[in-house]
């Protein structure tokens, strides 16, 4: 892969440094936690030793754009492996965090967000759902919360 020195930014790498310790960023590309990681046997694309590269570069761009960012499923084998103690899933977690700040949200993610806003869970209770809890014993499920009215500011 090829960077054009043009997308070097202090000011990202500035404030990714202030999300956490010097240590987060103590990575010295081993391939320890690629090597862990389960999500690469799903898609082989995704590197977190390279994400790990790009953010401690100051490629802002390229690493909050970057889809591979929201794949990390936080199960902390990599960390748990690293040498140098990075923990990637907190980088991660920072990652997306700044990613959404800066506007870079995948649409999948839109869609979640908006669904969990509007419903306060991502799939409708339909009717079999209903019976299923009926012929369980379950209460049934409210099919708008109050919570969730509480969450996008219509009156309960």
Request: aromatic share 8%; with cysteine; proline share 6%.
């Amino acid at each position: 892969m090829f960077v054009d020195v043009g997308e070097f930014d202090a000011r990202f790498l500035r404030k990714l440094k202030g999300e956490f310790d010097e240590s987060h960023l103590a990575c010295f590309q081993c391939g320890v936690c690629s090597a862990s990681c389960p999500v690469i046997g799903i898609e082989a694309g995704f590197n977190p030793r390279r994400l790990v590269k790009m953010a401690r570069l100051g490629l802002k761009r390229l690493t909050l754009s970057s889809e591979y960012i929201w794949l990390c499923s936080m199960c902390f084998l990599c960390g748990e492996r690293c040498p140098q103690g990075v923990r990637i899933p907190e980088v991660m977690t920072a990652l997306r965090n700044l990613a959404v700040e800066e506007g870079y949200i995948p649409e999948p993610m839109k869609r979640i967000r908006r669904l969990l806003s509007e419903a306060g869970r991502l799939y409708p209770i339909d009717d079999f759902t209903a019976e299923e809890r009926t012929d369980r014993g379950l209460p049934q499920i409210e099919a708008e919360p109050g919570f969730v009215k509480r969450l996008t500011g219509a009156k309960p």
